[in-house]
């Protein structure tokens, strides 16, 4: 049996809890919000129990469920003594931040029942006194973004090395047949001599040697496809530094048999020379169609 990794999201209303449990499930944790404690037992079993092989697993526990703080001590021990990976996360904020951040969403404190919102902040903070200091990671979100709250979400869970692989899929395709709806980028290739009308090339593609000496006869193509690849090394690594996991670069031509696959699959060379985990897709290479 595989040992389960579980991570307990908690701490102060408005720390950012919600964006650190989605960042979990993008990396493909079985997440659940507001968990009530006494559950998690019955919950562990259900993982052990299922034909998914359900092995990481993050919940957020917070003030919501009023049992929390009288009863989580005993959790994580009985958690640790079932031999789980157990980790707590405990994500905090300045006062300041925090009356900010419920004053942009305008939704209520748990602890605000007639009293001022800094009153019930500060109220919140002292309940979670001890509960801070038995968490493995104590998080300050004051001055992050979202994004910068996944980065750093990131980094305590996922490799280094992980981390920093986006995938990138070079996609082309043929206008005729509609944009492709997963695309980030969009490139469009027609104004490229178009092979279909020279003789004897209209039944290859562009991956055929023969297309690629027709487009290189002339400066467009080369000349296009360099400065596409560096206005792509530009972009990759600012996707990258805002967590982006998938990039869909796709690359349309008339019918998406000649002149987009050509560019996709010199990109797709070009890029993957400089290490990116890149694949590449021709969606309409095999579709036949009377004319261009």
Sequence with gaps: MSVIQFYIITGLSGGGKSTAINCFEDLGFFCIDNLPVKLIPIFMDLCRESDEAINRVAVVIDLRD??????IEQILDWLRKEKVDIKVIFLEAS???LINRFNQTRRPHPLLSGGSLTGAIREERRKFTKLRQLSDQVLDTSN????????????LIVPEKQLNELAITLLSFGY????PLEADLVFDVRFLANPYFAPGLRNLTGRNKKIIKFLESGTEFNDFCGKLENFLLFLIPSYMREGKYYLTIAIGCTGGRHRSVAVAEKLFLGLGQKGYNITRRHRDIQKHYPSE
């Design 66 to 71: 009023k049992d929390f703080l009288q009863e």
């Design 95 to 97: 006062d300041e931040a």
């Design 144 to 155: 992050f973004n979202i994004h910068q709250l996944r980065k750093c979400i990131n980094k």
């Design 176 to 179: 005729k047949y509609g944009l």
